[in-house]
Structures are given as C-alpha cells and as structure tokens.
C-alpha cells in the first residue's frame, strides 16, 4: 500500500491549495477527486478575490480574509514561476456598486461598521459619488449612485489558477487520483486508510476539502460539517476592448476581455442550471450599471453551487475523536486560496489549529456549546 504523509478529499481550489502546501514543503501528498459528474464550485465561480463585504460582526473572518488578499500576488507569482501558468491576479481595488440612495446608506453603514470592528489591523475604504466614482470607471451609467471602494480587492482567472495549482502539486511530487470517490474511511486516531480509485491509501494526516462532500465524509471522521449548497448563476460576454479597469461585486472584465456578470444567490438544492428570471434580473442590473453592455452579445450563461456554512463562515476544524483528520471548507475558495495553501497546510503538519482560527470551529454548529 503506497503510504502517504497526508490524504486530501476533494480536488477543487480548497483541497489542492492545501495539498499544494504540504507537497511544497516537501510532505508527500496524495489527492482523491471524484469525477466529473461531481459538483465543482472551482470550476463555475466568478474569480473575485475580494474583502470588502466579508466578516462584519466578525473581524476574524475580516482579518483572515484580509490575510490572503494580501498574501495573493506571492502566491500567484509563485505558481507562475513554478508552472509557467499564469492566474492573472490583479489587485487594482474594486467596488461595490450602490443603484439607490438606500443601498447607499446601507453601505455606508457596512463600511463605517468594517471600519471600527477592524482595530489595529485598520480598514481603509472610501465611499465614492457618482462624480467620483465615474472618474475611476467612465462607463458607469446615470443611475449609479454611488460605491464603496477598498483598496484590498481584486480578482484572478479560478480555472488558470486551478490549473496552476494541479501543475505544481505534480511538480512536487504530490499524486492526483480522479474518479476516487470516497465512501469509506478507515479511521484511528492519526492513522487514516481509505479504498479509492481501485487502490489503497494511508496516511496519517487526512484533510477533508471536499466541497459539498465534506458533510458527509465528516460525519466518517467525527466531524460535524454542516455545509449545502446555494447556487449562483454567471453570465459571460463576448469580448471587449479594456473597459473596467477594477471589479465590481457584480460585474468584472476578465483578462482575456469578457465580462462576467454574477453575484445571484438561491436556495435551490442541488439543482445547477440556469433560470430565465435571474439571468434577467442579473442583465438588468448589470445594463444599468455599465449602459454599454446592451450592444454586447452574451456568450454563455451557467450555475454553479456554492459550498455554505449555516452562517456563511469558513469551517475550519481537527477531529477530537480522530486527531490529525481536519477540515477545510468554504463559500469564498478563491479569496482563501492563498491563506489555505500558505497558512492552512502549516497547521495541517504543525497538527494543531492556532487560536484565530477558533471562531471558525464546528463548536459553533454544537448546540450544548451554544446552550
Ligand atoms: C456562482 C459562484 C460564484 C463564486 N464566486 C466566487 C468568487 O468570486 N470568489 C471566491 O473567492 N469564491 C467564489 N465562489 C466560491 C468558490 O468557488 C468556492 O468556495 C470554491 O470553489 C470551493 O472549492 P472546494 O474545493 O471546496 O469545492 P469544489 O470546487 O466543489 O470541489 C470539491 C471537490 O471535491 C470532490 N469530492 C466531493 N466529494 C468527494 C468524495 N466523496 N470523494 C472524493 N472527492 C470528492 C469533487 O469531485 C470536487 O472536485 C463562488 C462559487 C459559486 C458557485
């Protein structure tokens, strides 16, 4: 049996982000993935690597989030350097766009909250008017109110830095295995065997990054991971000159010069398709932020299943009936990517998760904790 410093589940942005962690700090690394009839949020996201909107109420998801962002441009640099593979990672700032005075308001409140829940780690931000918001986006269209702005934002191309970060778990001598679905896991405390792929694999670290499988493998290892699924529909535009020279929330130009248009979020089970009635409202919005969309033809439009915690937090978590099993799960994969890959897989070997991850503990999901 090949025997493994660590086994991750899930070959999504979540799972090789770790395992591309351990692999480059020369831990030998195994990944099960399951097929392509998986649900795969990384490969149907809409690429932000955003912080401005994240963790109010809760610095520490603020903090941690901030933590990657600025943690993306050597993680991305890294990758290229590595693979050759660009993310296309750019951090130009980016804005929430507000339609209404009362959608002003309310972010002006947001922020202003942001802002004194930041402490010492600071949070800069601007809130823009219409005049001023024009003058960092000119196509903005006459019924934007306004934005905030934070200097923290940005976005990458999800598939590129997917890729990447498959082509450099390889180059360190990590293993991927797809069309390994896991249903089993052999579990003691640090010792972890599991039938996959029509092999074995043991290992005595294992880290579930499974997306949407994680609250079923969890349950496996002693974890409670409360996670489903809340879909998001994405529409993308042929291509155009350089138009938007930051993201928006809602709205983004990608490298190439496509326009994603996204940000929906349904209940909707596990159903992945699109419906008619979001991608309009969508489009709506979207031709009233930036009138110039009107004239450009969308190409394609799809959804996809975010991967959420009952209070839409990162759950972050080692197993006290097994130890040295962890899990790692999360609606904003490509934000954390960095903070998993850099921070993650060093808690995953150190074998102990540090006090700021707390707040993103499953004791939270535990009712006699909340009792
Ligand atoms: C519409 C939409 C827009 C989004 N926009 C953004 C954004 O702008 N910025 C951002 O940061 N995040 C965004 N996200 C979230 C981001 O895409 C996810 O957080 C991230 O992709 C989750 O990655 P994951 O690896 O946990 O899950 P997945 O990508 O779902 O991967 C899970 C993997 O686990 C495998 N698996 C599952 N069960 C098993 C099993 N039993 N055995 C073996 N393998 C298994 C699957 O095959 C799959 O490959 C968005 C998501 C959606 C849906």
Known sequence: MPDFDAIIIGGGLVGTAVAYGLARRGKKVVVLDEGDIAHRASRGNFGLVWV???????????????????????????????????????????????????????????????????????????????????????????????????????????????????????????????????????AAPNSFTIAAGGEMFAAPRLVLGAGLGNKALGAMVGLNVPVRPVRGQIIVTERVSPVLSMPTLMIRQTMEGTIMIGESREEAGFDDTTSPEIIRTLSERAVKTFPFLRNIRIVRTWGALRVMAPDGLPIYEQSTEFPGAFVCTCHSGVTLAAAHAIHYAQYVIDGVLPPELARFSTNRFDVRAAA
């Not at 660009?86 to 202003?112: W, Y």
């Open 52 to 186: 401005q909107s994240k963790g109010f109420g809760i610095p520490e998801y603020q903090r941690w989030t901030r933590r990657s962002s600025d943690s993306w441009a050597d993680f991305s640099k890294a990758l290229l350097d590595e693979t050759g593979i660009a993310t296309g990672h750019e951090r130009p700032g980016g804005v929430t766009i507000c339609l209404s005075e009362e959608e002003f308001d309310k972010r002006r409140r947001l922020m202003e909250q942001l802002h004194l829940e930041a402490g010492e780690t600071k949070f800069d931000y601007s809130l823009l008017r219409h005049a001023a918001l024009k003058r960092l986006l000119p196509a903005i269209g006459p019924e934007v109110v306004g934005a905030s702005y934070t200097p923290y934002d940005g976005h990458a191309n999800p598939l590129y830095t997917l890729r990447a970060l498959h082509a450099t778990l390889l180059k360190h001598g990590g293993r991927y295995v797809p069309d390994a679905r896991v249903e089993r896991i052999s």
